[in-house]
Structures are given as structure tokens and as C-alpha cells.
Nanobody, 122 residues
Framework: QVRLVQSGGGLVQAGGSLRLSCAAS????????VGWFRQAPAKEREFVAA????????YYTDSVKGRFTLSRDNTKNTVVLQMNSLKPEDTAVYYC???????????????WGQGTQVTVSS
């Protein structure tokens, strides 16, 4: 098992930047694919980005490509989502999650962080 604790987030103006961190403890973190998801009010949870266990590949939803960057440091058991050029439509609760599988459907992720609010004002 792995426990995920998130930090970062907050309120920022459009065009600004925020950094979200996800710290893991428990099982071997380097075995897990880590994803970020977000959920806006009255909307379903959606995939944002994912990184492979060794950090060699990253995947992004189209709406954040070129603006968000996902990285990980397995020596520190940490994953970081750097969010630049933020837009009001990025406003949501963001969650990090971990899975031993390769799918990026939320239902395939068994371990979740507590969520953190990101609010982008126009």
C-alpha cells in the first residue's frame, strides 16, 4: 500500500503559476504510476496528467499540454505538478493518485491523496 499526502494549491490570477506536490509513504513508490486528476463543481473527475513509474514518460490531457509539467523524484518519493499559464477553467480540486496498472481511468487508481483546491481568478 501507499499513502499520498498533497501540498500546494491555492488562489492565483489567470496567467499565474502554482505547484502541487504529492508525497508518498508506505510501499515502493517507484513501482507506481502516478496520475493527477481534477474535479470541478458539478463535473466528473477528469484525468489531467500521469507519469510512469521510472519517470521516463508523461501524459497530459490536451487542455493542459504546454502549460503543465509533471515530474517525479523516486529518491524523495515525491511527484510535482507544475502548473503555468493558469486559466479560470483550471479551477478544481486536484487529486494525485497511484496505481500499479497502466490505465488512466480514475477507477484504476487505488490510492488517492486528500485533494487540494486550485482557484484561478479572471
Amino acid at each position: 500500500q501507499v499513502r499520498l499526502v498533497q501540498s500546494g494549491g491555492g488562489l492565483v490570477q489567470a496567467g499565474g503559476s502554482l505547484r502541487l506536490s504529492c508525497a508518498a509513504s508506505g510501499s515502493t513508490f517507484g513501482d507506481y504510476r502516478v496520475g493527477w486528476f481534477r474535479q470541478a463543481p458539478a463535473k466528473e473527475r477528469e484525468f489531467v496528467a500521469a507519469i510512469t513509474p521510472n519517470g521516463g514518460r508523461t501524459y497530459y490531457t490536451d487542455s493542459v499540454k504546454g502549460r503543465f509539467t509533471l515530474s517525479r523524484d523516486n529518491t524523495k518519493n515525491t511527484v510535482v505538478l507544475q502548473m503555468n499559464s493558469l486559466k479560470p477553467e483550471d479551477t478544481a480540486v486536484y487529486y494525485c493518485a497511484a496505481t500499479l496498472l497502466t490505465s488512466d481511468r480514475p477507477t484504476y487508481y487505488g490510492y488517492w491523496g486528500q485533494g487540494t483546491q486550485v482557484t484561478v481568478s479572471s
